[in-house]
């Protein structure tokens, strides 16, 4: 079974502008969550998708926004982008079943706003 | 929020003495879950503990989940150069909605001297 896929895996913005990061889970998966990594404040949580319904959110401003379509695919977009944005971001998608809930990430989108 | 923290942050250790690292979180836990994130790679699912006094093991891994579900430790016994990276607990928080979502400690990272 393919893994969680990511596009694209480096990106390099400058500040003000906008960025699209994709996101294919797992097959069969339905639940997509993304979250930020950086050095000083570690894996932090975005939101998370369900059904193309968003089920949760973290503490982020309104610039980070996200999607997700019928096919479980997800999007995220971070708008007016600012240097503290720069960051791993990950997805990661989970299939809920007997009470376990993995999260399977993505090999990661290496955002660097300039 | 909820807060879960890790210690320590770094640990250096000499391949084949042992290892352990500490979760503690805010409030008690309906289950904990670890993550290993290799350098240059993703997150990836180790275990999750559901039980008060849960220990389980995976060869050389030993995972515990206190009894009162506030706290969880890895022990890694005789290290060996392929357990380098930062380990992560995780513990969920669910919202009225029922979803799903992770908030991680920010990781013990692990050396291992040859």
């Known amino acids: 079974k393919a893994g969680v896929t990511q596009t694209p895996r480096y990106l390099i913005k400058t500040r003000g502008q906008q960025v699209t990061l994709s996101c294919s889970p797992i097959?069969?998966?339905?639940?997509v969550s993304w979250y930020q990594q950086t050095p000083g404040q570690g894996l932090q949580f975005l939101f998370e998708y369900f059904s193309e319904t968003q089920r949760n959110k973290g503490n982020f401003p309104g610039r980070f926004s996200g999607r997700q379509f019928s096919n479980s695919r997800s999007e995220m977009n971070v708008s007016t982008l600012e240097l503290g944005d720069s960051a791993l971001y990950l997805c990661?998608?989970?299939?809920?079943?007997?009470?376990?809930?993995?999260?399977?990430f993505g090999p990661g989108t290496r955002l660097t706003v300039l | 929020g909820q807060q879960v923290m890790q210690i320590p942050q770094y640990q250096h250790v000499q391949e084949g003495e042992d290892f352990t690292t500490y979760c503690n979180s805010s409030?008690?836990?309906?289950?904990i879950q670890w993550y290993k994130q290799r350098p240059g790679g993703h997150p990836v699912f180790l275990i999750q503990?559901?039980?008060?006094?849960e220990v389980k093991k995976q060869k050389r891994l030993t995972f515990q989940f206190g009894e009162a579900k506030k706290n969880s430790s890895l022990h890694i016994t005789a290290t060996q150069t392929t357990d380098v990276g930062t380990y992560f607990c995780?513990?969920?928080?669910?919202?009225?909605?029922?979803?799903?979502?992770?908030?991680f400690g920010k990781g013990t990272k692990l050396s291992v001297i040859p």
């Open positions: 097959s069969g998966h339905r639940s």
């Open positions: 995780a513990g969920p928080g669910v919202s009225g909605a029922g979803s799903y979502q992770l908030t």
């Open positions: 990661a998608s989970s299939l809920e079943a007997s009470g376990i809930i993995e999260q399977f």
């Open positions: 503990l559901v039980k008060s006094g």
């Open positions: 409030t008690t836990l309906s289950n």
